[in-house]
Antibody
């Protein structure tokens, strides 16, 4: 069974940093591209970032460029999102997703990030 | 990129059909056959329902179908059931760098 389990969410002050992790199991992790997608409370889905299977290529939404860094450790079957210079508008549920056929075919349960003083 | 445009709401009675549109541009929906659809129940993670415009993942009922014409994609739910009441989002790939753009979301109500 495919599982994606996010961790690392929480309350952080504006300007602070947080690192999200996503532990993957049930599939061959290093053969899949992976993504982060976020959803602000009561709002829609927004793509944040994508990383290819060996970590050599990444992509970011404009809102994440220069502040967020996606990475992966294929030996640990884990995806990461390092988030710096956090703003109130980054408050959201962050989902880890598996990329397949240009879609998000598997989703984690999400990690809630709240940016507030 | 701007979000794809979906109607805020749609509704139908049990057994009826409902169709949700997803309008983009020639740079996203119209330019690639990489449209996908997601169902999200309150408090839950989204679930993939359709990928590559019209393909269904294993386990998704054939009541769900997808299509595309020009810059507009559509999701049709036939034989509406109570459990189909949820938010639905479309998504499209927008090019070689593979950023994705999502739709604005549609709340489907089963009357």
């Amino acid at each position: 069974e495919v599982q994606l389990v996010e961790s690392g969410g929480g309350l952080v002050q504006p300007g602070g940093s947080l690192r999200l992790s996503c532990a993957a199991s049930g599939f061959i992790f290093d053969t899949y591209w992976m993504n982060w997608v976020r959803q602000a409370p009561g709002k829609g889905l927004v793509w944040v970032s994508t990383i290819n299977s060996d970590g050599s290529s990444t992509g970011y939404a404009d809102s994440a460029k220069g502040r967020f860094t996606i990475s992966r450790d294929n030996a640990k079957n884990t995806l990461y999102l390092q988030m710096n210079s956090l703003r109130a508008e980054d408050t959201a549920m962050y989902y880890c997703t598996r990329h397949r056929a240009y879609s998000h075919d598997q989703w984690g349960q999400g990690a809630l990030v709240t940016v507030s003083s | 990129q701007s979000a794809l445009t979906q109607p805020p709401s749609a509704s139908g009675s049990p057994g009826q059909s409902v169709t949700i549109s997803c309008t983009g541009t020639s740079s996203d929906v119209g330019g690639y056959d990489f449209v996908s659809w997601y169902q999200q129940h309150p408090g839950k993670a989204p679930k993939l329902m359709i990928y590559e415009v019209s393909k269904r993942p294993s386990g998704v009922p054939d009541r769900f179908s997808g299509s595309k014409s020009g810059n507009t994609a559509s999701l049709t739910v036939s034989g509406l059931q109570a459990e189909d009441e949820a938010d639905y989002y479309c998504s499209s790939s927008v090019g070689t760098n593979l950023p994705f753009v999502f739709g604005t979301g549609t709340k489907v109500t089963v009357l």
